[in-house]
Nanobody, 118 residues
């Protein structure tokens, strides 16, 4: 599956941004999807993920209560609503997808930059 992310940009601390990621080429609803982020010099970290039907989601402790992941399989799209942003949320955000049986993500989008100013 090919993934393309949209929606990064600049926000002030306490503000909001919404990322979206659209999948192409395969049946999007067959895949677990999520978001990861990476700061230069650091390892990529998981931010949030959701099941194939969007019924269950998992979040990193650092974003719980502030970020919400959702998906619309009819639009082949996964979203990340980011509220109450903090400067430490500044990173390149990647959407990712994997088959249910896979332990690790197998496909990634191109990344979209999020910058949060204090």
């Amino acid at each position: 599956v090919q993934l393309q992310a949209f929606g990064g940009g600049l926000a002030q601390a306490g503000g909001s941004l919404r990322l979206s990621c659209t999948g192409y080429g395969r049946t999007f609803g067959n895949y677990v999807v999520g978001w990861q982020r990476q700061v230069a010099g650091n390892e990529r970290e998981d931010v949030a993920s959701t099941t194939t039907d969007g019924a269950r989601s998992v979040y990193a402790d650092s974003v719980k209560g502030r970020f919400t992941i959702s998906r619309d399989n009819s639009k082949n799209t996964v979203y990340l609503q980011m509220d109450n942003l903090k400067p430490e949320d500044t990173a390149i955000y990647y959407c990712a997808a994997k088959e249910k049986i896979s332990l690790k993500y197998q496909w990634w989008g191109q990344g979209t930059e999020v910058t949060v100013s204090s």
